[in-house]
C-alpha cells in the first residue's frame, strides 16, 4: 500500500511539470510578436512651393517732409503759450507771445504823427488849389503859387513817410505773435512764460504731420539694385507691418559718414501711427523668387545648423529622415526654404522633439 500510495505522487508530479511545461512554451511565440519596434505617431504636411520676397531689413527714420523750427525776430519778456507740445495746429494760429507793449506804444505814436501829417497835406492841397485859382484870375504871382506847391509837395511827401514808418512798426508788432507757419504738429517748448527771448532763442518747432516720408540708407554694395519704385515694408519692433510703400526718391550723392545710399518713400500712415523722427524697421524688397515653405514648428534649430524630419519609406517601414535645409526669410507662420527640400516632401510637425534619425513613425490622417 506504502509503494503504490507513493508511485502515485510522483505520477501526480509528473503531470504538473508537463502541464507548466506545456503553458511556457505556448506564451514565447506571443511575447516575441510583442518586442517588435513601436512607431510614433506624427502629423505631416507636405511641402509647397509660393513666392517668397529677397529682402534686407534696414533702419528707418521718420521724417516730415515740411518742418519748421521757430525762432522769434524780435526779443523781449515771453508772456504766454497758447500750446503744449503735441498738439495739433492749423496754419496761422497762435503759438506763444512776446511782450508787445512797448512795440504798441511805438506804434501808437506813428499813427499820431500819421494823422498830424494828414491834416497839413490836406491843408496844402487845398492851399495850392486856391491859389492857383487866384493866379489864374490874375490877383496873385506866379513866385506865391510856386510857394503854394512847394508845400504841398513837401507834406504830401511827408505823410506819405509817415504812412510807411507806421506799416512798417505794425508789420514788427505782429512778429510779437508767434503764429503756426502751416497745419502741423507742434514739437517741444523749451521756454517758459517770464523769460527773456532773443531773436537766436529756439521757441519750438512745427512738423507737418500728413506729409510723412521714411529716410532709408543703402549700402554702397547693394547700389546696383537700387531703383524708383523698390516696395518697402515699414514695420515695428515687433515685425508687425505699419504700411506698404515704395522708393520717390534716390540721392545722386554717397553718404559720406554713413557709405550708404539716401532713399526715401512716402508715409501715408496717420500721425496717431508714426511720428517725426520716429525709427521704424524697412525691409526692402528686391524681388520675388518662388521657393518651398514650410511651417515654422517644423524646423529645429542647433546652433548655426538647421534641419527637419522628412517622412520616407525604408526597408518596408515609414520612418522620419533627418534632413538639413538652408533657411531664407520667413513667410507669415513658415519659413523659406532655400535648400533641402523639394515640393511634394512630406515634412513632420508634430512630436519632433522626440524624433531621431531613422525611427518609425506613423503618419496621423494619411
Not at 516575441?32 to 533702419?59: D, F, H, I, N, R
Request: proline fraction near 5%; charge should be neutral.
Amino acid at each position: 500500500m506504502t509503494q503504490n500510495k507513493f508511485a502515485g505522487i510522483l505520477l501526480t508530479g509528473g503531470l504538473t511539470l508537463a502541464v507548466l511545461a506545456a503553458t511556457g512554451c505556448q506564451k514565447k511565440p506571443a511575447a516575441a510578436a510583442g518586442a517588435g519596434p513601436q512607431g510614433l505617431p506624427v502629423q505631416t504636411v507636405t511641402v509647397a512651393m509660393a513666392p517668397v520676397a529677397q529682402s534686407s531689413e534696414y533702419v528707418a527714420t521718420i521724417k516730415s517732409r515740411n518742418s519748421a523750427t521757430l525762432q522769434p525776430q524780435v526779443s523781449g519778456p515771453l508772456t504766454a503759450i497758447h500750446v503744449k507740445s503735441g498738439d495739433n495746429v492749423k496754419k496761422g494760429a497762435p503759438l506763444i507771445e512776446i511782450d508787445p507793449r512797448q512795440q504798441q506804444a511805438q506804434v501808437a505814436s506813428l499813427r499820431a504823427t500819421e494823422r498830424q501829417k494828414k491834416a497839413l497835406y490836406d491843408y496844402d492841397t487845398i492851399e495850392q488849389d486856391r491859389q492857383q485859382k487866384l493866379f489864374d484870375a490874375g490877383v496873385t504871382s506866379r513866385d506865391t503859387l510856386q510857394q503854394a506847391q512847394q508845400a504841398f509837395e513837401n507834406a504830401k511827401a511827408d505823410y506819405e513817410a509817415a504812412v510807411e514808418s507806421r506799416k512798417t512798426q505794425e508789420q514788427l508788432l505782429g512778429y510779437y505773435t508767434i503764429r503756426a507757419p502751416f497745419d502741423g504738429v507742434v514739437g517741444d517748448i523749451p521756454v517758459h512764460v517770464g523769460d527773456y527771448i532773443t531773436t537766436t532763442t529756439i521757441l519750438t518747432t512745427v512738423d507737418e504731420s500728413n506729409a510723412l516720408e521714411a529716410y532709408v540708407y543703402i549700402p554702397t554694395e547693394r547700389a546696383a539694385e537700387v531703383r524708383m519704385g523698390l516696395a518697402i515694408d515699414l514695420t515695428d519692433n515687433n515685425g508687425k507691418l505699419i504700411e506698404k510703400t515704395q522708393v520717390d526718391f534716390i540721392s545722386p550723392e554717397v553718404d559720406s559718414t554713413l557709405q550708404g545710399i539716401l532713399v526715401k518713400a512716402a508715409v501715408r500712415s496717420a500721425p496717431e501711427t508714426l511720428r517725426n523722427a520716429q525709427i521704424v524697421k524697412a525691409k526692402v524688397i528686391w524681388s520675388t523668387k518662388t521657393m518651398a515653405v514650410v511651417p515654422v514648428l517644423a524646423v529645429i534649430r542647433q546652433g548655426e545648423e538647421s534641419f527637419v524630419f522628412v517622412m520616407q519609406k525604408q526597408s518596408g517601414m515609414v520612418v522620419a529622415h533627418r534632413t538639413p535645409v538652408v533657411l531664407g526669410d520667413t513667410v507669415g507662420n513658415n519659413y523659406s526654404i532655400v535648400s533641402g527640400l523639394s515640393a511634394g516632401d512630406r515634412v513632420i510637425v508634430t512630436g519632433i522633439q522626440f524624433l531621431v534619425d531613422g525611427m518609425p513613425v506613423i503618419p496621423l490622417g494619411g
